[in-house]
């Protein structure tokens, strides 16, 4: 069993950066592929980015802004989101697998999180 605990999330202007972290309760967080996810309201889960065997990949509406990392040390995966967009503004979730890979389904990841808040507005 895998608990994810996401951080980070809030208010911030168009424009601005915010880090999520995403702290895992597990030993052998490099054995995992890990995931962003986002959702909007009225909108269905979309794939943000993702981690795994030091590969990394990236939604083309996040590509050159966000960047995903994972500390294994500390079992936290962080994102780094920079020059934020209204459009950014969804429910974050965290998302891990034991599955290796680039998996951009929210049906590919059995252990979730539970969700920080992006808003960004003027």
């Known amino acids: 069993q895998v608990q994810l605990i996401e951080s980070g999330g809030g208010l911030v202007q168009p424009g601005a950066s915010l880090r999520l972290s995403c702290r895992a309760s597990t030993r052998t967080l490099s054995s995992l592929t890990m995931a962003w996810f986002r959702q909007a309201p009225g909108k269905e889960r979309e794939f943000v980015a993702t981690?795994?065997?030091?590969?990394?990949n990236y939604a083309d509406s996040v590509k050159g802004r966000f960047i995903i990392s994972r500390d294994n040390a500390k079992n936290t995966v962080n994102l780094q989101m920079d020059s934020l967009r209204p459009e950014d503004t969804a429910v974050y979730y965290c998302?891990?697998?034991?599955?290796?890979?680039?998996?951009?389904?929210?049906?590919?990841?059995?252990?979730w999180g539970q969700g920080t808040q992006v808003t960004v507005s003027s």
């Open positions: 998302a891990a697998t034991l599955t290796l890979g680039i998996l951009k389904r929210p049906s590919s990841y059995f252990y």
């Open positions: 981690v795994s065997i030091g590969s990394t």
